[in-house]
């Protein structure tokens, strides 16, 4: 059984997506803890904070239904996030969680949930100049698949969108105007 201590010597070894998905398998088979590993995204030293993080990000996207048990306690934590590597694996796990087909389990696990906290910050990471554009992508498609839960999103998220669009790059633009039309379709 692979310990706390272990993982984290692991995580500051030679890292890949080869190395990733071996500590995915060992972190399902061993049914290490997830909401320490969530922990550990929140670690001073950055570099392991990320790489903490794109492991939960494997884990978890691995077997959504199983990890959704762990969603409340994913979701009460995203407001601390200040590691900027951190928070495009945070919008983009989001962004699988709450997307249309997601399967039930998820669906119910994230309705006991209040996510209100969650769409202002993905609200701030979408209006921060500093933040990175794969961040916002991910954000606003989780805000985009919420919008059905809290009806004043879409409006407020066509209006960011059409304001992004203006200076945004390339994947800015792209996912934009799919959101944009998306919504536009509500």
Known sequence: MLSQDELIQELY?????TKIAKLTAVVNEQALSVDDLID?????DKTLGFRAMWLLDSVMLSDI?????????FLS?????????????YARIMMFMTAP???DVVKAALEEINLEDTV????DWII????????KVFAADALFNLSERYDWIAEELANQLEFLMRTGGPAIQVRGKKLLAALKQK
């Open 40 to 44: 550990l995204t929140f670690h001073q």
């Open 13 to 17: 070894k030679t890292f890949g997506k």
């Open 101 to 103: 087909n997601a399967p």
């Open 65 to 73: 239904v199983r990890y959704s048990a762990n969603l409340k306690y």
């Open 120 to 123: 202002e910050q993905f609200f």
């Open 128 to 135: 921060h100049p500093k933040v990175k554009p794969a961040v």
């Open 77 to 89: 934590r995203i407001t601390e996030v200040n590691n900027e590597s951190c928070k495009r694996h």
